[in-house]
């Protein structure tokens, strides 16, 4: 009985897999798309100062999206002032890269910091070029 | 702050990163494709999912620690949007709905096909494929694949002794359904 599991890579490259290779087309595929990635990333990539300011917006509790515009207002960012979408994408694309995480209660989504996301704000307030490098690379990461 | 002193990376690194997804798609992109093949059970999904995998692998390449081969580290990646993609709506909405119509007489293409499935590598192979998911994808990774134990279970996210009962299980089903079959 054995003898036909061992037989079974054979079995299965000369039935079920018979032919069954990824494509050049779908390799090219593949690549356009992550050309396409990379040319977004010019598009919008968003100042380490906002990123920062959103972040801290969020550091002592979790706040929902209008919560978080309001303060960064107070806070005299005007980076999303007419342009609220905007915000919404970063705050997504910061849960993407698990800076963010986020909860749902009463059906408004709550952003609070995890604990990567406070490495990178404990991070910037140090201010070593270092951590600085790593929050640049942090912002052409989001705008991935 | 390792992970920290791993992003030091700057803008020169882009064209790297699409050059190791190159080589990823050059060295596994058949491997992915067939392991993807295991849990779809359908070609042309197959590659679909297989060219969202290599995407997702560029996207998430600066969360590769280097602790696992980067085949580990993909297979992984592949691992998870499969079962992803068999818990979404599309596929439990659209797909099963296919499945069923299948089962009626008239569209018994599958019936055919296990008819004429008498030679013995066909019918291994469909034994592995009618196998329930937890248990195809330990057999593939251990026999197809001939990963190590530890690998597997990095790659399935799967406690290493809960792979080795599965696998055991498995050829225990396998067993059966042979039998079956005579």
Redesign the interface.
């Known amino acids: ?1 054995d003898n ?9 490259k ?4 018979n032919d ?4 050049s087309e ?2 090219d ?3 356009e ?2 050309k396409g ?2 040319s977004q ?1 010019n598009l919008h990539s968003w100042k380490e100062s906002t990123i920062i300011a959103v972040l801290e917006t969020v550091q002592r509790e979790s706040k929902h999206g209008y919560a978080i515009s309001t303060l960064l207002f107070q806070k005299n960012e005007f980076c999303f002032q007419n342009n609220e979408g905007q915000l919404y994408t970063l705050l997504h694309l910061l849960e993407n890269k698990e800076i963010l995480s986020s909860k749902w209660i009463n059906e408004k989504k709550y952003y609070s910091l995890t604990t ?1 996301g406070k ?1 990178y704000v404990a ?1 910037y307030k140090q201010g070593s070029t ?2 600085l ?2 929050l640049k ?2 912002m ?2 989001a705008s ?1 | ?1 390792s ?3 791993h ?5 020169e690194d ?1 064209d790297d990163k ?1 050059q190791i ?2 080589q990823l ?1 050059h060295e596994y ?2 491997d ?3 392991l993807v ?2 849990y779809v059970k359908n ?1 042309v999904v ?2 679909d999912l ?2 969202e995998i ?2 997702k692998c ?2 998430k390449l ?1 969360q590769f620690t280097r602790r696992s081969a980067i085949k580990t580290w993909a297979y992984r990646i592949a691992c998870n949007h499969c079962k992803d993609y068999l818990r979404s709506w599309h596929y439990r909405k659209i797909t099963l709905n296919e499945k069923i119509l299948d089962y009626f007489p008239s569209k018994s293409v599958h019936v055919e096909e296990e008819i004429i499935a008498k030679n ?3 019918s ?3 034994a ?2 009618n196998l329930p998911v937890k248990y195809r994808e330990a ?2 990774l251990h ?2 694949e ?1 990963l190590p134990l530890a690998e597997i279970s990095k790659v399935t996210s799967v406690n290493i002794n809960t792979v080795k009962t599965r696998l055991k299980r498995a ?1 225990e089903l ?2 059966d359904m ?1 039998i079956k079959e005579g």
């Open positions: 009985m036909r599991f061992n037989n079974l890579k054979k079995a299965m000369q039935t079920a897999f069954l290779t990824f494509s779908r390799k595929a593949v690549k798309a992550i990635k990379q990333l990567r490495k991070a270092k951590k490098l790593s690379h942090l052409e990461e991935l | 702050m992970e920290l002193e992003l030091l990376v700057t803008e882009l699409e997804i190159d798609m992109s058949d992915i494709l067939h093949y295991t070609r197959a590659e297989t060219q290599f995407i560029y996207e600066d013995e590598e066909e291994l192979t469909q592995v494929m057999v593939f026999y197809y001939e050829k396998l067993k042979l």
